[in-house]
């Protein structure tokens, strides 16, 4: 017998898998509808990469979102999850009820800056003080695209429309208000920076809290012009960098070696590791008030400002505050959630 | 005798009359704020300890400290425990509203008023007794700053004495009202006492009123609505509760906390519900429908302005299909409106609720003892039919307190309808959210986090196919609504039915829902013994209407339906819904003076349009 006969049937090597043995084709969603350019798919992309390398269960994993063009991207990224898309500045709403009926699933919700900024700025405040499990994405344009590009919230002072008109209101700063309000990881990004924002998704799928990201992710079609503060030219210009992030999960089995005078590390809920470069010297992450000043210092100089804001792993997430039992609500047994006979007799006695 | 005791002109001592035994109305006139709940609550349970079917409703301003407020106890031995129009008996405790509360009393009624009112000057066909509620309260009560709250439990033994109510029981009833709180409670039972020993030696009775022991309430239970729905979501299963504070609602989740804390904690000391007080009412419902979409029991408690809010979303909830449970206790509205007084203002925009074409199923509690059942009702409609179903309580309802048999444990299963598992999807290899499988237009759907990779679909409020994929296509589009429509319809035979009284060969039929009730049926009495008139009577219970409700009309020549509203809104929604030549034997009794409806106003309003 021959040992360079090679085995009949030896299988080609298959596609690559991740640790729970899919492939990246399962995380896949449909077909995007969006505009060619658009920032919005970058960012699908991105999510399809860090759920397939975190490993996540697609069936575990629901996508809330509200209404504008960033709403309808959950339909092109992992279909093998389920889909919410509901009202126009509600899905922080809808989100928090299916955290609540389910605690075992991941929850990454998507909204625009004027489902965020507009109409639905009074939820997505309630939403960053109660530190609800779940990534709040915000696909931030400055514009309203679905209904072709009026000015959002998050539009700058003296940013201006295709049709030349000014905008002469100041923004509304999702970051420094997800801080302030109690988020615990708050970041900024860009649709075209896809180390970083591998790096912060990742870091936030690990992270068991509020995550709030402000991704800037331009309009091709009405906000990428001249005059626009949210073209892409605008913001490779502008874009400061306030750390390199990057992140080590826990499945990886790297030691994590780092300079702390120039690193700082950050161990996640689940053991993982994001790891900030510091970029300018006295940055702390976990200094609130220091967040809030040098975002009001960015917008005065004109800075696109992106990095992991503020990080906080300690405080205590919504489910916890909540006591729930750790089997999901949705599917306890009517033994569980129907009270016996003798407690309504108890209840009718103290009535009589 | 005291002096200022008034014997009215006349008569003489009881005007002539013979005794009126356990059938009288009692309103106790105070200042918002002073105490006073207790002290009711402490006479209506004395009442209803001698056996004497009763029951408190409160009409209260819209305010915490300070405004006018009224309670009304009823006793009434035939077991009519709706408003009676009539007071027969009042305690004057507010200057305020004293000379008008006076003013408006029929002859021969009694009045017990605080001394320097005065307020024997006022009429001479009236019974009244004079108490100095400070000097009494004094020797009581040393504390000064008690002596404000303490004061109210002193008419609470004159009015014993006066109308023959048993100390013992009082005294019963103030242990209870006070069971955590031994040195209040004893400190209101010598106030109690002390009312009782003053009216003993000072007032000689004059009233025809008489509190008799009687055996008509052994076994049963005293509660007010919303703790009885609050009882019933606990045994119906509810697992997530979001709301947002808003009268006359509030006290159903407040006492569905406590009920929960105290039944739902399981052995790991974790708690089986979430609870989470909302930011608004759109976002009460929008939790809600997010519970309901991922699998949870879920439900919030609201009102008329609660309910505009949630528009938006309930026609989401409907078009996607999740279910969910809206308690809805009215009150008077448009806007603002009386937000302390009751109404059934919402029927019409609640079952049309949103914009497009959107219906949705309501429930209509009329006792207590229905709002505890229909809430297993409630939530296994809901999940059985994949949509919101909104219980139409009041406040009246709500709010009050009503006598009741215990409630009985529900029999009913938690039924949580069309979902498949991921053993159903191994088995089927997919699925199609929306297709009509089974032909009652209810489709199968599946829950995320149901580890199959065929389980997850896209939930959109935007047009779908029965796939749950993104469609503008015409036929699409149409077969989805028309499906949505052969839901309803197959709703029809699964939502509680009427419940019907019927005569002898009557020719006019009579149609009520929720509190309306307790009105009506006395009122049908006042037609057979007054006016000689038999009158059928059919008590709705559910919208959308079921078969028995067509019949009734069809039965008769004419129909009345009785309601808590100016535009008639249910009876507009039975206009759209019966054959179009019955209309014209339908006919409106509204009434929208934020009172609960009582059983004389229904009788006038009827036998005037029979021509009686």
Not at chain 1, 34 to 44: D, K, P, Q
Not at chain 1, 61 to 80: E, H, Q
Not at chain 2, 289 to 302: L, Y
Request: charge should be negative; aromatic fraction near 8%; charged fraction near 25%.
């Amino acid at each position: 017998m021959s040992t360079t006969t090679t085995e009949p049937g030896a299988a080609t090597p298959g596609p690559k898998t991740n640790r729970i043995g899919l492939t990246m084709i399962e995380y896949k969603g449909g077909k995007t509808t969006l505009c060619a350019g658009c920032g919005h798919n970058a960012i699908s992309e991105r999510i399809v990469e860090a759920m397939y390398e975190m490993g996540v269960e697609p069936e575990f994993v629901i996508k809330p979102s509200g209404i504008g063009c960033s709403s309808k991207t959950p339909a092109y990224f992992l279909s093998r999850s389920h889909s919410f898309n509901a009202v126009h500045g509600r899905m922080p709403s809808v989100a928090t009820g299916a955290v609540l009926a389910n605690r075992k699933l991941v929850c990454i919700g998507v909204s625009g800056d004027g489902d965020t900024a507009s109409i639905g700025i009074g939820q997505f405040m309630h939403l960053m003080r109660r530190n609800l499990p779940i990534i709040y994405i915000i696909e931030d344009n400055g514009v309203y695209g679905l209904t072709k590009g009026q000015f959002s919230a998050t539009a700058d002072l003296g940013s201006k429309l295709k049709t030349g008109v000014l905008n002469d209101l100041p923004p509304i700063d999702t970051c420094a208000l997800a801080v302030q309000l109690g988020a615990t990881f708050v970041g900024r990004s860009f649709s075209g920076d896809k180390r970083q924002l591998s790096a912060m998704l990742k870091a936030a799928i690990a992270h068991k809290g509020t995550v709030m990201l402000d991704v800037v992710s331009p309009c091709v079609t009405f906000n990428d012009h001249e005059g626009s503060t949210k073209s892409y030219k605008y913001v490779k210009e502008h874009e400061e960098v306030l750390q390199e992030v990057s992140f080590v999960p826990a499945f990886e089995d790297i030691n994590v070696e780092y300079d702390a005078g120039t690193t700082i590390d950050v161990t996640m809920h689940d053991g993982s590791h994001l790891q900030l470069r510091k970029l300018e010297e006295d940055y702390d992450p976990t200094d609130k008030v220091r967040a809030i000043t040098r975002l009001t210092e960015a917008h005065d100089k004109g800075e696109v400002l992106t990095g992991v804001f503020y990080v906080n792993t300690k405080a205590p997430n919504f489910i916890e505050m909540l006591n729930m039992t750790d089997q999901p609500l949705a599917t306890l047994p009517e033994s569980v959630t129907r009270p016996r006979k003798e407690a309504l007799e108890a209840a009718m006695e103290e009535l009589r | 005798m005291a002096t200022t005791d008034v014997v009215p002109h006349g008569a003489g001592g009881e005007l002539g009359r013979p005794r009126i035994v356990n059938d009288m109305s009692i309103q106790v006139a105070t200042v918002n704020g002073s105490g006073s709940q207790s002290s009711n609550t402490v006479l209506l349970r004395a009442i209803f300890q001698m056996g004497v079917p009763v029951s408190g409703k409160n009409m209260f301003p819209s305010n915490i400290a300070g405004l006018p407020t009224w309670y009304t106890i009823r006793a009434n031995k035939k077991g009519y425990i709706g408003r009676k129009k009539e007071i027969d008996f009042l305690v004057a405790m507010n200057p305020e509203t004293a000379h008008d509360d006076v003013k408006s009393l029929a002859p021969g009624a009694s009045v017990l008023y605080d001394e320097p009112l005065a307020l024997h000057k006022l009429r001479d066909d009236l019974v009244f007794y004079s108490v100095p509620y400070d000097k009494i309260v004094a020797t009581v009560c040393p504390e000064a700053k008690l002596r404000k709250l303490v004061k109210n439990m002193v008419y609470v033994g004159v009015v014993a004495q006066l109308l023959t109510i048993d100390m013992g029981e009082v005294e019963k009833a103030i242990r209870k009202q006070f069971a955590k709180k031994v040195k209040a409670a004893n400190l209101n039972l010598a106030a109690a006492q002390a009312g009782f020993e003053y009216a003993k030696a000072n007032l000689e009775k004059r009233g025809a009123f008489y509190i008799e022991r009687m055996n008509e309430t052994a076994g049963k239970i005293i509660i007010d609505g919303n703790s009885a729905a609050a009882l019933g979501c606990m045994f119906a299963g509810c697992t997530v509760v979001t709301w947002y504070p808003i009268t006359p609602s509030s006290s159903l989740v407040e006492t569905l906390i406590e009920y929960m804390k105290e039944y739902r904690i399981g052995p790991d000391g974790k708690a089986t519900f979430a609870i989470v007080q909302a930011e608004d009412e759109l976002a009460a419902v929008g939790m809600v429908i997010g519970a309901g979409w991922a699998g949870a029991r879920s439900m919030t408690a609201t009102a008329g302005p609660g309910i505009s809010l949630m528009s938006e979303f309930s026609g989401l909830a409907y078009y996607v299909e999740v279910p969910g449970v809206i308690w809805d206790i009215q009150r008077v509205g448009p806007s603002t409106g009386l937000p302390t007084r009751t109404s059934q203002g919402d029927i019409l925009s609640t079952a049309f609720l949103s914009h497009g074409d959107t219906k949705h199923i309501m429930l209509i509690p009329s006792s207590v003892s229905e709002c505890f059942s229909m809430a297993t009702d409630a939530f296994n409609l809901a999940e059985q039919f994949q949509t919101l179903v909104f219980v139409m309580s009041d406040l009246d309802l709500g709010m009050n307190n009503w006598m009741s048999d215990p409630f009985e444990y529900p029999t009913t299963p938690i039924k949580r309808g069309k979902v498949l598992s991921k053993e159903d999807l191994d088995r089927l290899g997919g699925f199609a959210r929306y297709k009509d499988v089974d032909g009652d237009g209810i489709g199968y759907r599946t829950l995320p986090g149901t580890p199959h990779p065929a389980a997850a679909y896209f939930a959109r409020g935007s047009g779908h196919n029965e796939k749950a994929q993104y469609s503008e296509r015409a036929d699409d589009f149409e077969r989805n609504m028309e499906r949505l429509n052969r839901k309803f319809e197959t709703a029809r035979s699964f939502v509680p039915r009427p419940e019907i009284t019927k005569g002898k060969n009557a020719k006019i039929g009579l149609i009520g829902y929720g509190t309306s009730h307790w009105g009506i049926t006395e009122s049908l009495d006042q037609l057979r013994e007054e006016y000689g008139m038999e009158v059928d009577y059919l008590r709705l219970r559910a919208y959308p209407f079921t078969r028995e409700v067509h019949e009734f009309v069809e039965q008769h020549e004419r129909v009345y339906m009785v309601e808590q509203n100016r535009d008639a809104q249910m009876l507009s929604l039975l206009k759209l819904d019966v054959k179009p030549e019955l209309i014209t034997r339908l006919r409106s009794i509204a009434h929208i003076t934020g009172l609960p409806l009582d059983a004389r106003s229904i009788t006038d309003e009827l036998t005037s349009m029979e021509g009686k």
